[in-house]
């Protein structure tokens, strides 16, 4: 008879994008703590990957541990301040806690930020 194998077996020499593409399906699965681990390994073998810390950001909010979201998302914004969807994010995750004046003020950066993309020539927003 097979043993169980751990999560922290299994992911054992995965390579990061192997991480974030099981992450991604346990948490389409709404496997959250299968989710959750997954990410966390590839957020460890690559700090820099914005794939693992927005789909985090995700499961933690889905499991209501905002605390945590809010980590995961002022890391992603660390990593691209430019960037304005993570502006979106957290000023969602600031409503959720009833943090108004917070996400007002994410919300506005967000749009700065996208008048700004859509402003520039050759821009993807």
């Known amino acids: 008879e097979l043993e169980p194998v751990s999560w922290m077996q299994r992911d054992a020499g995965a390579t990061p994008a192997e991480l974030v593409a099981r992450g991604r399906r346990e948490l389409?699965?709404?496997n959250f703590a299968?989710?959750?681990q997954a990410l966390e390994t590839a957020r460890r073998l690559a700090p820099g990957n914005q794939q693992a810390w927005q789909l985090l950001i995700d499961t933690y909010s889905r499991r209501r541990r905002?605390?945590?979201a809010l980590e995961a998302v002022d890391r992603l914004i660390s990593l691209d301040p430019?960037?304005?969807?993570?502006?979106?994010?957290?000023?969602?995750?600031?409503?959720q806690l009833g943090r108004q004046t917070a996400a007002a003020a994410d919300f506005a950066r967000y749009r700065q930020l996208v008048d700004h993309?859509?402003?520039?020539?050759?821009?993807?927003p």
Do not use: D, V
């Open 28 to 30: 389409a699965n709404r």
């Open 34 to 36: 299968a989710a959750e």
């Open 66 to 68: 905002f605390a945590k």
């Open 82 to 95: 430019t960037a304005p969807l993570p502006y979106r994010t957290r000023g969602r995750i600031h409503q």
């Open 117 to 124: 993309l859509n402003a520039s020539p050759g821009a993807k």
